[in-house]
């Protein structure tokens, strides 16, 4: 007999319940993520075999018969995933089926041209991302706050079509002063202020004001959250990224009841997928992957855990080839090298496993997207609780950027 869905996922699915539809859809698909966390948890970059291999052997060879063009396609087709791992796994993990349901979100319209005074000197994947964002903000009456503005851009457009002065907030004063450049040019009442959000000189400004921030990363956008409701902000619209960008090494989940513990490894995860690269790009992440593989095989015979982390390898190092590359790492990492070393089969073990975790990883993936909007509920139903209407919804097709979503409150 199949199991009965979880508590939540239930409520979730008849829609009628004391709670709003966003803490709905949070709770259940937080259910959905701890019961299927045997899938998504063990990351095959650093577990060749994850236990789920052995459980289901031929959906892993399913995935390891892929060829590179399958492989890449399903990595970047978010529902894709979602259908073959049900498909595969459903008897095993009926709920599976309801991931769609619970990651599909609205999606505003598509953003008219904007003035090329408002947009000059953007570039033109990130002036798709803020012509969009400032189309989908759903109203504004309040002078606008920008945080980590940059230049400015967003502020900039968003002060021209809503007639709104600006207040951009930003750390580097080099950008502050060619954003305060680029505001009189188009002829925007935008002031800029050379500030550290995270600092206490932040806060201040918030109250009265309607805040802005596209894309701040991890511990800057959690730091806007918490502001925003201790200034009583009117309102707020935000696209968060880089979640894993946090102090801790374990996510604090901005709700007590949140029910999912998760690494900064997992937090990672959230946002892997990437808009897709160009030939030249894809070799040098296949590269560097293969690269990184054949670095953890060979400590892994040195006795040294594959899990244990590295830093980041700077992409300098791989302008002289494998040899010196690899020479570079193991002498900062204090991995020993034989006195003469088999190269080109230390790289031969590398490129086989990147071929196997490419493919292996795609279950993995699976659970990318449901994981991001979980994080993005997090702050929803936070803001929610403090007495905001709260939606949250894409701003953009993932074409244009997979930080496709926007939170958007109204006190």
Request: net charge positive.
């Amino acid at each position: 007999t199949r199991k009965k869905a979880p508590f939540h996922v239930a409520l979730f699915r008849k829609q009628t319940t004391s709670m709003s539809l966003l803490e709905a859809r949070f709770h259940a698909l937080g259910e959905l993520l701890e019961l299927h966390a045997a899938l998504w948890r063990p990351a095959p970059f650093h577990e060749p075999r994850p236990a789920w291999r052995a459980r289901f052997p031929g959906f892993a060879t399913r995935l390891l018969a892929l060829d590179d063009a399958e492989v890449e396609r399903l990595a970047g087709d978010n529902f894709a995933l979602i259908e073959l791992a049900a498909r595969h796994l459903g008897p095993a993990f009926p709920a599976l089926s309801l991931l769609r349901q619970l990651i599909e979100l609205p999606r505003a319209d598509a953003p008219p041209a904007a003035d090329q005074r408002l947009v000059w000197r953007v570039p033109g994947r990130k002036q798709a991302e803020i012509e969009a964002f400032a189309e989908a903000v759903p109203d504004a009456s309040a002078p606008l706050l920008e945080w980590c503005a940059g230049k400015g851009h967003l502020g900039r457009l968003l002060g021209r079509r809503l007639g709104l002065p600006v207040l951009s907030l930003e750390h580097d004063a080099a950008l502050c002063a060619a954003g305060a450049e680029l505001a009189a040019r188009a002829g925007v009442a935008q002031r800029f202020l050379a500030l550290d959000v995270l600092s206490d000189a932040a806060p201040p400004h918030l109250p009265g004001r309607h805040a802005v921030a596209l894309h701040a990363c991890g511990e800057l956008h959690l730091r806007l959250l918490r502001a925003t409701v201790e200034a009583g902000a009117p309102a707020l619209d935000l696209s968060p990224c880089c979640y894993y960008r946090i102090v801790s090494p374990r996510y604090q989940p901005l709700n007590p009841d949140a029910g999912l513990a998760l690494s900064r490894d997992e937090l990672h995860l959230a946002v892997t997928e990437t808009v897709a690269a160009g030939a030249r790009e894809r070799r040098l992440r296949d590269r560097d992957l293969a690269w990184k593989l054949a670095f953890l095989e060979l400590r892994a015979a040195a006795g040294i855990a594959r899990a244990t982390t590295f830093k980041p390898v700077p992409a300098a190092w791989a302008a002289d080839g494998f040899a010196a590359w690899l020479r570079h790492l193991a002498t900062r990492e204090g991995v020993a090298l034989d006195a003469a070393p088999d190269w080109a089969g230390i790289e031969r073990v590398g490129w086989a496993r990147q071929g196997e975790v490419r493919r292996l990883e795609l279950l993995r993936l699976a659970f990318r997207r449901p994981l991001e909007i979980w994080l993005a509920l997090d702050r929803a139903v936070y803001l929610e609780r403090q007495g905001y209407r709260v939606t949250l919804s894409e701003f953009c097709p993932r074409q244009v950027t997979p930080r496709n979503l926007l939170i958007s409150a109204r006190r």
